[in-house]
């Protein structure tokens, strides 16, 4: 029996004599371990793997803290470590007197841990009520809760019911009072952190005695009498007199099927409290039997014990004692040969818990990767978190393959192979539909193509988590699965899939950047992305890119390749564990190094045993021939399991980290998963017995020896099987060779001996495979570009090649007459080894002189020489953004270790080059995320002014953005303490204004404003010419503020508030209208000096605009054609109902001209130029005239003639079949000689907004369909 107050530290580890030879083992069970600083265990009673955990609610969000001191009332369902709330369904809670609150907040009864006590299947707790002293206890079967309650001499021994109260979501709930002992409800819940899928559960509670009065509530209404209420918010309240007979006993079943699964668990379990008891301390000690480690120090006992114990509470039946069960489905089905269990953490328990529980209870354990092929199939996806029968999809990644594939390779899914394979291979190459619940591999669209999971925040799916949420790890996580996975494949015998498998184990090569010897997050562009600093990376799911940069366990070996070799590994993990302070003082480097905090997921560059991605890295020692270090961290890790309420670490995410500390302190571990390949280290007791199931192993016992054990003695100096294998000197086993050891006998010494230190002792490469498919992007850098008219302006395309070798390809840039390359194409050649490598390759373009403001588009050709190619599409941006920058009076973004910014007037700065990794480039052009508003930064000098510090400043609207309708400025606030505000005016054309008052977040907050958009966050800040401070700080968009409709902004008034830095400011415009240009020319074959009437129209006819008619020289105006090559303005004219005519004159010299459209207000029209040219010249009397539309626009060619066309590839002046064409050349008339990309265009919304705002629109990543089958894997 453990009283609550029992607090302990765990110590050396020696040898010693068991304190009593007969003792319990439950003796050294403290249920009360994990119940603080969210270790978020319950103290409550259950039995292994019972549907039932009936545990006090205290008001934490998982059920029960210990800092806790009212107890809202006893519940049927808690999982033990999950870190949301779940379960706490039907609290139960005996009192006195008639209720008058209906909540369990507001009639939650004291208590005091001096009166609290639990062992393993029992809890006890005195409760203060209004009465005196009710003493509760609980104790529980598979299928029921089980309750004695020792009422003070009262006529009113009340209990409350409460059907609408739990840890999650209540959406509705019934209950009943159905005779004079029993009441029977219905609940329905929903949630595990976020929604899911609601589902009900029913119970029926059946008491010792006959209800003495009854009543039931319904929101804060209490009837006397009612024997039912429904709702959202209802309850019921039996009484009883405990004058004579203070006790009253209770029954309560659980079933997920029906009230008959209720009722008929309920008699099949029907017990007395005391025998209810007996047994489940019978099932306990007969588990805790399986390992037998010495008892002499208690505390080290009570530690092993209750992580053992833990470790035994999930995966939970979810079968009524009738053999039926509520399926993923939503239909009752009938479990036939095997028991069907529900509640699991995949993405935790893969790692340890299944592997511990195939060695210490092999027929649950075969069961319950039964259930979840089941559930599989069932869903139509595998699971990720099941709870119940629904899926929460919380974590990322593809846990159930590794949970499976571990349980195949284990011999757990024997006759069930194909069907899991079924589940496993549809779930890896398959992505969930927008119908389904499940999110699945969402990242598989871009992963089986390009190796990666695209990092994109702003993407959503089903509630829950989101693998492209967290790119980088998902892509890492989907790797190991499929490294598995081939392994299954191939003993199957499905030999492509293996193939194809094993080749995507390698795409953890995908996500290393080779620049920081780190993993990284990519985009969608499959450039990397986020803070080149590991411990700041974004894209990792609970964990940074330090730690998992050994989540590659298929692949040790080739990891190590990247990692700079064997030794390089070593100073790694070295650094990672803080190895040197670690020797001199291990557990203070485990809590003060290691450790900071339960959910202190980010920000560390050092090993955090607190979570699951990096559990298995101690073992990492054992690859680099240094397996003696896994002993001192591993020891050192152990000292973080204490006897007392803060003895785990970590949530136990439903006895992940318990299993870990039992394998480890074993001295056995999963270092593989999915392999059964099982690591080596030393034990922390001199003898570890294991009872075998000797019917599944045919053995009944694996024991390792360690004698001399001390803390002192503890490197192993060799190891020997009794069995057999006889001496091992690798620093692993597989299964089988595990099994069958016999006695492991582990000698140890003082100082570190070469045992397994050889190249060979630690397992290679799971698979292996020779493909190595180039992989091609390419990205513009900056996206968006501006140059003046008749200027160039200098781009950069980056170009990104995955694969082995040297990789050759070019760039060509195609334009048209008004922006085009300076030179026609580019050469590069990249020579990658297996991860993405990328360069710069500089490209001009240059803009003709008079050409008109607006966007013009480019498409930037990317190919390689082996086939494949990638196009990248953007525009570029001809204006001024003078109107913002006039203003500005501060210097807040500069370059590291430069000083030559301040933002906050004490010398710190914004990072100009993270900023731009985030897409805030000076400069350039960007999209408030989530919206379509879009902002220019305004280009300045290094050095130069680049924000305006609020104060009232009128700022005059140009044109382009008056018809906005809505407005956001785009900054940040120094020393906000969190953000600063104040009333911003818009002014409209008709001389009214409206006020509104916006807000603009501290530089540095964690937590933006309410309504603050995030526009860019970096992992650091400039501090004059020092290095880098590791503070957070970025840049915001205030919340929208609307333009009344109907109005026409013409000016934006700032908040008087300095202390707001505004960088720019962000416009929601509406998309302008492209004009469409069609021309039509007055005489066929003109004669030497004849006026030619050249007549234009638009479409639409009611655009505003006047049209330009230019002069073209030499040349037909294609996609690289210098800016040189085009002549000046010839005539203006206005569009009157959407027409206008030009007048030329024929002559003998051929005159080409060009038309393009200019709009008035941008914010309605956008440019457009009529496609292709009109060729004036006079008719030649030697040759026939050629009568025919000369019209560049009307679709027709003239007789004789072979006009270009849109989709012709084979360019003007060459027929279908390559050869020259003098059809082309043909005088004497007004034709059409090609058709080019018209300005404007209709690009996305967003995008062409940016077109609007002066500088570059958006980039679009095309990839074509020409990649070379070999190249894929």
């Not at 190459?429 to 990242?443: E, M, Q």
């Amino acid at each position: 029996m453990i009283a609550a107050v029992t607090v302990g530290v765990t110590g050396a580890v020696t040898p010693a004599q068991a304190v009593e030879e007969q003792t319990p083992l439950t003796d050294f069970v403290n249920p009360f371990i994990g119940t603080q600083d969210d270790g978020n265990t319950y103290p409550g009673a259950s039995v292994p793997f019972g549907m039932v955990q009936f545990s006090p609610d205290n008001g934490h969000n998982v059920g029960y803290d210990y800092g806790n001191d009212r107890i809202r009332g006893f519940s049927l369902v808690h999982l033990s470590g999950v870190g949301c709330g779940l379960g706490g369904l039907l609290p139960v809670l005996p009192t006195t007197g008639v209720p008058s609150a209906t909540t369990y907040q507001d009639y939650a009864l004291g208590y005091s841990h001096d009166d609290e006590e639990a062992e393993p299947g029992y809890y006890r707790v005195g409760l203060q009520a209004p009465a005196g002293t009710i003493q509760a206890e609980l104790t529980a079967t598979a299928h029921t809760a089980v309750q004695r309650y020792s009422f003070p001499e009262t006529a009113e021994a009340t209990v409350l019911i409460n059907a609408s109260q739990a840890l999650n979501s209540v959406e509705s709930s019934t209950v009943r009072i159905v005779d004079a002992r029993t009441v029977e409800t219905a609940i329905t819940s929903r949630g595990f952190c976020q929604d899911t899928q609601p589902f009900t559960v029913y119970a029926r509670t059946t008491f010792d005695r006959d209800i003495l009065a009854s009543g039931t509530w319904s929101g804060d209404s209490v009837a006397a009498g009612s024997d039912a209420a429904e709702g959202q918010r209802v309850g019921a309240y039996v009484t009883f007199d405990a004058r004579d007979d203070s006790d009253v006993e209770a029954v309560t079943a659980l079933s997920y099927v029906d009230p008959a699964g209720a009722r008929a668990n309920q008699d099949a379990e029907t017990a007395t409290f005391d025998e209810a008891r007996l047994d489940a301390t019978s099932q306990w000690e007969e588990r805790l039997a399986a390992v037998q480690v010495p008892t002499g120090d208690a505390a080290d006992a009570r530690v092993f014990y209750s992580a053992l114990y833990r470790s035994f509470l999930a995966p939970n039946t979810g079968t009524d004692v009738d053999g039926r069960y509520r399926g993923w489905d939503g239909a009752v089905h009938l479990a036939e040969g095997f028991t069907y269990y529900q509640n699991f953490s995949l993405w935790d328990t893969y790692r340890t818990q299944q592997q511990l529980l195939y060695l210490l209870a092999p027929g649950e354990s075969r069961d319950m990767a039964i259930s979840v092929v089941t559930a599989g199939e069932q869903l139509g996806w595998l699971p990720r978190w099941g709870y119940g029968p629904v899926e929460t999809n919380v974590m990322t990644g593809d846990p159930g393959t590794a949970f499976l594939v571990s349980a195949w390779n284990q011999g757990l899914l024997t006759g069930y192979e194909e069907r899991a394979y079924a589940v496993l291979s549809h779930n890896a190459d398959n992505t969930p539909d927008t119908s389904s619940v499940a999110n699945g591999r969402a990242g598989n669209p871009v992963y089986l193509t390009d190796g990666y999971v695209p990092h994109e925040p702003s993407e959503n799916g089903r509630p829950g988590d989101y693998d492209l949420h967290h790119g980088a790890s998902a892509t890492l996580e989907y790797a190991l699965s499929d490294a598995l996975l081939s392994t299954m494949a191939s003993a199957l015998g499905h030999h492509e899939d293996a193939e194809r498998y094993a080749a995507r184990g390698e795409n953890y090569r995908s996500i290393f950047d080779e620049t920081t010897g780190s993993f990284r997050a990519r985009d969608r562009s499959g450039f990397f992305i986020g803070d080149p600093d590991p411990a700041q990376a974004t894209g990792f799911h609970e964990g940074t890119a330090v730690q998992y940069q050994w989540l590659v366990q298929q692949d040790v070996p080739g990891l190590m390749e990247l990692l700079g070799g064997r030794a390089e590994t070593g100073k790694r993990l070295d650094e990672f564990f803080a190895f040197d302070r670690l020797q001199a003082d291990p557990e203070g480097t485990a809590r003060d190094v290691w450790v900071n905090g339960t959910y202190s997921y980010y920000g560390q560059h050092t090993y955090n045993p607190n979570n699951e991605p990096d559990l298995h890295a101690p073992y990492l020692y054992q690859w680099t021939g240094q397996p003696w270090k896994t002993t001192d961290v591993v020891r050192a890790a152990l000292t973080l399991f204490t006897d007392g309420p803060t003895g785990v670490t970590g949530n136990d995410d439903l006895g992940t980290m318990s299993a870990w500390y039992v394998l480890s302190a074993m001295g056995v571990y999963p270092i593989v998963p999915g392999s059964d390949v099982w690591g080596l280290s030393t034990p922390a007791f001199e003898s570890v017995d294991i009872a075998l199931d000797a019917e599944w192993f045919g053995q009944e016992s694996l024991s390792l020896r360690a004698p001399g054990l001390t803390d002192d003695n503890r490197y192993i100096q060799s190891v020997t099987a009794s069995s057999g294998l006889g001496a091992v000197d690798r620093s692993y086993l597989s299964g089988e060779e595990l099994i069958s050891a016999g006695t492991l006998t582990v000698e140890v010494g003082r100082t570190p001996s070469p045992w397994a230190t050889d190249d060979g002792s630690a397992p290679g490469a799971l698979v292996s495979t020779d493909a190595s498919p180039v992989r091609l992007h390419a990205r513009l850098a900056p996206p968006h570009t501006a140059v003046e008219a008749g200027g160039t302006a200098a781009m950069s395309v980056d170009v990104q090649v995955q694969g082995r070798g040297d990789v050759s390809g070019s760039i060509r840039v195609e334009g048209s007459a008004e922006v085009a390359a300076v030179v026609d194409e580019v050469a590069w050649t990249l020579s990658p080894t297996g991860s993405p490598i990328s360069t710069r390759v500089p490209v001009t373009v240059a803009v003709r002189p008079g050409v008109v403001a607006g966007t013009y588009p480019i498409t930037v050709h990317v190919s390689e020489d082996s086939g494949t190619s990638v196009e990248v599409e953007t525009t570029v941006t001809v204006a001024d953004t003078s109107w913002l920058s006039t203003h500005f009076d501060n210097v807040g973004i500069g370059d590291a270790r430069q000083g030559n910014a301040d933002f906050d007037g004490q010398g710190h700065y914004l990072l100009r080059d993270a900023l731009a990794e985030q897409g805030f480039v000076q400069g350039a052009a960007g999209v408030v995320p989530d919206t379509s508003s879009v902002f220019v930064v305004p280009a300045v000098e290094s050095g130069a002014p680049d924000n305006v510090l609020a104060n009232g400043q009128r700022l005059e609207v140009p044109d382009a953005f008056r018809r906005s309708t809505s407005v956001q400025l785009v900054g940040a606030t120094g020393n906000g303490d969190p953000h600063a505000g104040g009333t911003m005016t818009l002014g409209f054309d008709d001389g009214t204004s409206a006020e509104s008052r916006v807000e603009l977040s501290d530089w540095c907050t964690a937590s933006p404003a309410d309504g603050n958009v995030t526009v860019a966050t970096t992992g650091q800040r400039g501090r004059g010419s020092e290095d880098p401070q590791g503070v957070g700080c970025g840049i915001y968009a205030s919340a929208s503020v609307s333009v009344p409709d109907g109005t026409v902004l013409q000016s934006i008034t700032l908040p008087d508030d300095p202390r707001m830095h505004v960088f720019t400011v962000a416009f929601d415009t509406p998309t302008p209208i492209t004009p469409v240009l069609s021309s039509t020319v007055s005489s066929e074959a003109p004669v030497q000096d004849e006026k030619v009437t050249i007549t234009v129209t638009s479409t639409p006819s009611d655009a505003d605009g006047e049209l330009v008619l230019s002069t073209v020289e030499g040349g037909s105006g294609v996609a690289g054609m210098s800016a040189a090559a085009v002549s000046g303005e010839v005539a203006r004219e206005p569009l009157v109902d959407g027409a206008a005519d030009f007048t030329v004159t024929a002559t003998a010299d051929e005159a080409r001209y060009r038309v393009e459209f200019v709009p008035i207000d941008a914010t309605r029209f956008s440019p457009a130029s009529l496609p292709g040219e009109i060729v004036v010249q006079a008719r030649d009397d030697a040759q026939p005239g050629n009568p025919g539309d000369g019209s560049a626009g009307a679709g027709g060619d003239a007789p004789g003639e072979s006009v270009e066309q849109p989709g012709d590839d084979n360019g003007p002046g060459h027929s279908d079949d390559g050869s020259a064409d003098t059809a082309g050349d043909v005088l004497g008339a007004a034709a059409g000689t090609g058709s080019l990309p018209s300005t404007g265009g209709q690009p996305p919304l967003a995008l062409l907004a940016i077109a609007l705002i002066l500088l570059g629109t958006g980039v679009v990543l095309r990839r074509r369909a020409r990649h070379r089958s070999a190249s894929r894997s």
